[in-house]
């Protein structure tokens, strides 16, 4: 009797599901982690506070300098392949940072993880439109919210793992074994990246008809990166300082971190939602305005009362920060190849996180030279109108390639 041939690749979605779902789990930890465990990480490391405000930053920095290189990795290396390198990276980096006694080779270290996990987070959007072109609604959130999942664990549970653990070291390696998770599926996956007379390449950028000169081209790229940048800036300002808001609150240490995993938690349903809802919608504007009307309420109450309802400021902050789950969706519907997504996705996140890194180091300066977090709460909140500007602005619908048939 005859062995049943093994299914091709194609034919196993749950594969490639459960590929992006391990894989977004590990895109904020290292980023995350590092916030509820600021005030000991100056402590220990002898951190003063720009080099603070520096690895607040670092997040957005690497996101944006390595993202731009993740449709070249992937044209050459294979797309799947650069996602295995990627996932090694993150782990190798939270490994070795926890082996350092200086601020120079934490940084560095956090570096190397946070560049895996840009290259990632770029060529994620190309990997739906690829493998579920006719899903990408409901592909995204999924992995939204795996990813979103991944940066309230990191929230929540990075001070009392170290708590646990015996110190921050171990409180902070713990989260290199996501890595080690993600690894097994995508080893499985490495045969997509074999050119084969059936299985063609999925990403050739040397060929893609739109490459990154070809965004930078058009208002679509522009508008994109820009809304990405300014959301992105707002939200890793919270991420990375919110902890610190409520400890000058009065809070301890845990309940500020539980705080902060409040405003990440709370947005575990609306990232699975927002993107359904984007897929289903041409402009969803409802959307974007419920996202920037949160915002808005919930920085006006940490700025007015943050000891009052401190949770209820956590969960408007929440969805306030839910703007780049709408992102994911919209770069995927707003082009019609996957080396068009690839392409959109790597400008916008390199144009995006390059204005993103202002926002965390403004907010460490604007503390470190004033009294309190009155100043900074309301830079976040003055961030909240450009958002809303450019928000409205992407939610017209139209592709990127047809902007560029346009133009020719």
Same mark, same amino acid.
């Given at each position: 009797m005859p062995v049943p041939a093994r299914p091709p690749l194609s034919e196993r979605p749950w594969l490639i599901l459960l590929a992006l779902v391990v894989l977004a789990l590990n895109l904020r930890a290292t980023a995350v982690s590092v916030g509820p465990l600021l005030t000991t990480l100056q402590d220990a490391l002898g951190l003063d506070g720009s080099? #603070?405000?520096? &690895?607040t930053a670092l997040p957005g920095l690497c996101f944006a300098v390595f993202g731009l290189v993740a449709p070249w990795l992937a044209a050459r290396l294979g797309l799947h392949r650069t996602v295995v390198g990627a996932l090694v990276a993150v782990g190798a980096g939270q490994l070795v940072r926890v082996t350092v006694d200086t601020p120079t080779p934490f940084l560095a270290a956090s570096a190397l993880s946070l560049a895996g996990m840009a290259v990632s987070n770029v060529l994620l959007p190309s990997l739906v439109k690829?493998?579920?072109? +006719? +899903?990408?609604? /409901?592909?995204?959130?999924? =992995?939204?919210?795996? $990813? /979103?999942? @991944?940066?309230? &664990?990191?929230s929540i549970a990075s001070v009392p793992a170290a708590q646990l653990l015996g110190g921050w070291r171990p409180g902070l390696a713990v989260w290199s074994l996501l890595a080690v998770l993600a690894l097994p599926p995508w080893l499985a996956l490495l045969g997509h990246d074999r050119r084969g007379p059936s299985e063609p390449v999925l990403v050739d950028v040397r060929a893609a008809p739109v490459g990154l000169a070809q965004v930078a081209r058009t208002r679509k790229g522009w508008l994109m990166g820009?809304?990405? @940048?300014?959301?992105?800036?707002?939200? =890793?300002?919270?991420?990375?300082?919110?902890? #610190?808001?409520y400890t000058g609150a009065g809070f301890s240490e845990v309940t500020?971190? $539980?705080? &902060?995993g409040i405003c990440t938690g709370v947005a575990i349903p609306f990232s699975f939602l927002l993107p359904a809802w984007t897929a289903r919608h041409p402009s969803p504007y409802s959307a974007m305005l419920l996202v920037v009307g949160c915002a808005v309420? @919930?920085?006006? @109450?940490? &700025?007015? #009362?943050?000891?009052?309802?401190?949770?209820?400021?956590?969960?408007?902050l929440a969805v306030g920060t839910s703007a780049f789950p709408i992102f994911l969706a919209l770069v995927g519907l707003r082009t019609e190849t996957p080396a068009g997504t690839a392409s959109l996705s790597a400008f916008s996140q390199g144009v995006g996180y390059l204005i993103s890194a202002t926002g965390p180091l403004a907010i460490g300066f604007l503390h470190e030279h004033s009294a309190g977090w009155t100043l900074p709460v309301l830079?976040?909140?003055?961030? /909240?109108?450009?958002?809303?500007v450019l928000g409205l602005l992407v939610c017209r619908p139209g592709t990127l390639e047809a902007e560029l048939r346009a133009r020719d």
């Amino acid at each position: 009797m005859p062995v049943p041939a093994r299914p091709p690749l194609s034919e196993r979605p749950w594969l490639i599901l459960l590929a992006l779902v391990v894989l977004a789990l590990n895109l904020r930890a290292t980023a995350v982690s590092v916030g509820p465990l600021l005030t000991t990480l100056q402590d220990a490391l002898g951190l003063d506070g720009s080099q #603070a405000g520096l &690895l607040t930053a670092l997040p957005g920095l690497c996101f944006a300098v390595f993202g731009l290189v993740a449709p070249w990795l992937a044209a050459r290396l294979g797309l799947h392949r650069t996602v295995v390198g990627a996932l090694v990276a993150v782990g190798a980096g939270q490994l070795v940072r926890v082996t350092v006694d200086t601020p120079t080779p934490f940084l560095a270290a956090s570096a190397l993880s946070l560049a895996g996990m840009a290259v990632s987070n770029v060529l994620l959007p190309s990997l739906v439109k690829w493998h579920f072109p +006719r +899903r990408i609604g /409901v592909v995204t959130a999924v =992995y939204a919210t795996a $990813l /979103v999942t @991944g940066l309230t &664990l990191a929230s929540i549970a990075s001070v009392p793992a170290a708590q646990l653990l015996g110190g921050w070291r171990p409180g902070l390696a713990v989260w290199s074994l996501l890595a080690v998770l993600a690894l097994p599926p995508w080893l499985a996956l490495l045969g997509h990246d074999r050119r084969g007379p059936s299985e063609p390449v999925l990403v050739d950028v040397r060929a893609a008809p739109v490459g990154l000169a070809q965004v930078a081209r058009t208002r679509k790229g522009w508008l994109m990166g820009t809304f990405f @940048g300014v959301q992105s800036m707002l939200s =890793y300002s919270l991420f990375g300082w919110l902890a #610190a808001i409520y400890t000058g609150a009065g809070f301890s240490e845990v309940t500020s971190g $539980l705080l &902060l995993g409040i405003c990440t938690g709370v947005a575990i349903p609306f990232s699975f939602l927002l993107p359904a809802w984007t897929a289903r919608h041409p402009s969803p504007y409802s959307a974007m305005l419920l996202v920037v009307g949160c915002a808005v309420a @919930g920085l006006v @109450g940490l &700025l007015v #009362a943050p000891a009052t309802v401190p949770w209820l400021w956590a969960v408007l902050l929440a969805v306030g920060t839910s703007a780049f789950p709408i992102f994911l969706a919209l770069v995927g519907l707003r082009t019609e190849t996957p080396a068009g997504t690839a392409s959109l996705s790597a400008f916008s996140q390199g144009v995006g996180y390059l204005i993103s890194a202002t926002g965390p180091l403004a907010i460490g300066f604007l503390h470190e030279h004033s009294a309190g977090w009155t100043l900074p709460v309301l830079a976040m909140l003055a961030m /909240v109108v450009p958002l809303t500007v450019l928000g409205l602005l992407v939610c017209r619908p139209g592709t990127l390639e047809a902007e560029l048939r346009a133009r020719d």
